[in-house]
Every structure is written in C-alpha cells, then in structure tokens.
C-alpha cells in the first residue's frame, strides 16, 4: 500500500487524526506538543501518527495536504492545519464550532479555559 492510500485510510478510518512527530504522550517538537497538548486537554479522541517512525509517511503527509509543515490535524477526513491555524482555532473559539458542527467530543469547559488563560 502507498503512504498516500495508507494515510486516506487513516483518515477515513478515524474522526480525529494528528500527524505529528513522536506521540500524543511524548511529542518530539514544540510545534507538536502544543496541538496535542490542545486536544488532550480538551479530551478529544484522536489518533496520533508518530511521523518520525516512517519516513513514507512523513513525506507522503506532506504531499497529501500540499501543507510543508508538521504537526497536521484532521477532523472527519478534512484538512484542519497545522500548529499556528490549530491555536489560531482554538482561542477564537473556531476549534470548538467545528467540533460540534462534526460532532467531535470535547470539553467545552478546558476549551474556556485556554481561551481564558491567553486573553
């Protein structure tokens, strides 16, 4: 299977998927720590795919979304963005719509929070 087919599966088997560089418990760059810093503060249900474990995929990720940068987020198989359109999101509060909107669990009450703590 192609790193193209592989990551359309991906993101059609799942809801939520980040593609960062290490994992959701232990991230490997600043970029990828503060997107899933977001979402498991947020409790959001997400996979997370270590870009840094295939180097197909690293590249083919890239190439997928025409988006040079890593981490990339994804809801319901859509493009979101990567770090800066992610926090972008989430303190206008956009994250929040689009998660209702696609019907992603979160909560709401940690989202105010972050949106709180950098007024």
């Given at each position: 299977m192609s790193a193209k087919d592989q990551i359309q599966k991906t993101i059609e088997a799942n809801d939520v998927v980040l593609y960062m560089k290490g994992s959701k418990m232990m991230p490997q760059c600043g970029f990828s720590s503060r997107v899933a810093g977001v979402l498991n503060y947020m409790g959001v249900d997400y996979l997370d795919v270590d870009v840094?474990?295939?180097?197909?995929?690293?590249?083919?990720?890239?190439?997928?979304?025409?988006?040079?940068?890593?981490?990339?987020?994804?809801?319901?198989?859509?493009?979101?963005?990567?770090?800066?359109?992610?926090?972008?999101?989430?303190?206008?509060?956009?994250?929040?719509?689009?998660?209702?909107?696609?019907?992603?669990?979160?909560?709401?009450?940690?989202?105010?929070?972050?949106?709180?703590?950098?007024?």
């Amino acid at each position: 299977m192609s790193a193209k087919d592989q990551i359309q599966k991906t993101i059609e088997a799942n809801d939520v998927v980040l593609y960062m560089k290490g994992s959701k418990m232990m991230p490997q760059c600043g970029f990828s720590s503060r997107v899933a810093g977001v979402l498991n503060y947020m409790g959001v249900d997400y996979l997370d795919v270590d870009v840094l474990a295939d180097p197909e995929i690293r590249q083919g990720i890239k190439e997928f979304s025409d988006w040079p940068t890593i981490p990339q987020l994804y809801v319901k198989g859509e493009f979101v963005g990567g770090c800066d359109i992610v926090t972008e999101m989430t303190l206008s509060g956009e994250l929040d719509t689009l998660f209702e909107q696609k019907g992603i669990g979160y909560n709401k009450e940690a989202a105010d929070k972050i949106r709180e703590a950098n007024a």
